[in-house]
């Protein structure tokens, strides 16, 4: 029934953001058209999803089941033993997915078919849109990006004398709040620091606070910035200057050749950050907006036209990139948030 | 009933954008349970809303009736006599009406009542909504304007080459060509018809092709643009340059002590353009835009992102002015045409 691969996806969406360089994987176990069991991959390097659903459901019941899984079970040796040797043991008839995994060598499909287990691949559009952006990241190792900007309808971050607060409303800012607890990192520069001092925390119920990068060419680090001292969540001050050291004891600093962004978002996944949120001022927003590197663009409008010279454009480039090869996205959702509109792009 | 007053706006909003400088209205008169006469204003000098509808029921079978009306009907004789005349005339019983007429000195409403019909005013947002720039237009003596952008999400109209073919989809071509049919004229500049050549019309069935409006400081027109030989609608070239004379006997061209756009405007409004539609490059388009004279704002955003320095910027000041002194919106609607997002802005 597709209803039951539906909630298999709903639970993989349901902890999409804290499974870190793994994917969000949710399964439904179902037997006399009942379920008798539901898992999600709660953490990396914890049960995978249809361990979870197994072992609620209890190994004496899963024979003859069936198994919803939002992505392919696995069929490799990992931090886990493979899912599929799991599902044949136990005797489960049936298995129905909603997504391949192409990021794997070997098919779990393959493996549980050839023990005789009736397994189906049911193509589903959520989950092609839940995996996406991770097969890209576990292909090119980079953490999956996304870049958050408030601005204007004139796409401006601040007036020319950088007064910016408030352009977006209040109820914005909570938004941004579920968009932080959605991310293993948020990324800003140095100068974020000085102008706004941010704490980029999640101060909502139940919130997971994730780290913050701070990215620094020059080294001079504003170490009197709120977030190196409210010890809320790990602190990277990412750098090309070898001679910078960390004052405090909780930041750490990451020295690397150079601070391209490519460089540190390689860095950052083999630290195991697996989604990274942008939120910085147009030097770095637009470094990111023009790289192959960004998967979702959130744009909140606020109702206002700031004008001026545009000194804060929130995307400036120094080259002139015609029409036919800018990055370009897709609006997958929109939304007023209290006076203000959000939309959710992801890139083309 | 209150559908039979909705009835009576909608009949209003069906002829806006017709009506020139006058406001588009709409009746309904019932008797027993059922409608028996429709009426709007179709255009100005041609007879009013309540005068149609109380034709198409016929002067016999009223006596009695009652009569739903947009706008309260007028007391004072302009074009055509007074409606509340007619209504009184006619033996009409029962007037109720959805926005108060405040640009006139004499009310319709004190008139009829003192005639022993029962008058009722039942304020409807949608009328509100209809009439609020009409009352402010009418007060001030100068058109509603509507400014409409077609820009990248970073609030370009061009890259820094002036590469702006095409931004937007074609849908939103067929979208404007809506847009351009609702008002009386589209004011460009004189820079537009050089870079673009646009010819400014409504290119769909039964489309109204607006005046079209140009305005030029210089002088230096470029006579060989389209829209000066293609005869569809009457051309106006607005200057301050006093030499400056019309090549061609269907186009006019008007002389103005400046070509601020309150005198342009305020001109408009006499020679009888009630709505006027901006299409314009960064210079004009910012002139409207920060302006008190702009009602309606209307964005239409590709999901591209251009960069570069923002020569093209849509919206740019010479000066800087603080957030809270700058002109906001309300966004009231909001939808996807194609891939590209429309907002549909009030100015508060």
Redesign the interface.
């Known amino acids: 029934m597709k209803q039951y691969l539906e909630h298999a996806i709903s639970l993989a969406e349901m902890v999409e953001g804290q499974t870190g360089v793994n994917p969000p994987v949710g399964a439904v176990v179902v037997k006399d058209g009942r379920i008798i069991g539901l898992g999600s991959h709660l953490k990396k390097g914890d049960k995978h999803a249809e361990i979870q659903a197994i072992d609620m459901a209890g190994n004496d019941n899963v024979k003859g089941a069936t198994i919803y899984v939002s992505l392919e079970p696995c069929s490799h040796y990992g931090a886990t033993p493979p899912c599929a040797q799991r599902i044949i043991d136990t005797g489960i008839q049936k298995v129905v997915y909603a997504a391949r995994d192409i990021t794997l060598p070997a098919t779990g499909h393959k493996m549980m078919a050839d023990h005789g287990i009736d397994v189906q691949y049911a193509p589903h559009p959520r989950a092609e849109q839940l995996y996406a952006s991770f097969f890209t990241s576990k292909t090119t190792a980079h953490p999956i990006v996304t870049v958050k900007v408030s601005?204007?309808?004139?796409?401006?971050q601040a007036?020319?004398?950088h007064?910016?607060q408030w352009?977006t409303s209040k109820a914005v800012k909570a938004d941004v709040f579920k968009l932080r607890h959605m991310h293993d990192a948020i990324i800003t520069g140095n100068g974020t620091l000085t102008a706004d001092n941010p704490s980029l925390t999640v101060r909502t119920q139940d919130g997971c606070h994730p780290a913050r990068v701070i990215l620094t060419q020059s080294g001079n680090v504003n170490w009197d910035a709120t977030l190196f001292h409210d010890h809320l969540a790990p602190v990277y001050v990412y750098t090309d200057q070898p001679e910078l050291v960390s004052p405090f004891e909780h930041v750490q600093v990451v020295q690397l050749p150079d601070t391209a962004i490519e460089t540190v978002l390689h860095d950052l996944y083999t630290k195991g950050f697996g989604r990274v949120l942008v939120e910085a001022g147009p030097k770095l927003t637009?470094q990111f907006?023009?790289s192959e590197f960004i998967s979702t663009?959130i744009?909140y409008?606020a109702?206002?036209?700031?004008?001026?010279?545009?000194k804060y454009?929130?995307?400036?480039?120094d080259?002139?990139?015609?029409?036919d090869q800018?990055?370009?996205?897709?609006?997958v959702h929109?939304e007023?948030i209290d006076?203000?509109?959000k939309?959710l792009?992801k890139r083309k």
């Open positions: 601005a204007s309808m004139d796409g401006k007036t020319d004398h007064e910016s352009i637009s907006l023009a663009f744009l409008l109702p206002k036209i700031i004008g001026g010279q545009g454009q929130y995307f400036q480039t080259g002139v990139t015609p029409l800018l990055n370009t996205f897709e609006i929109s007023m006076t203000d509109m939309l792009m």
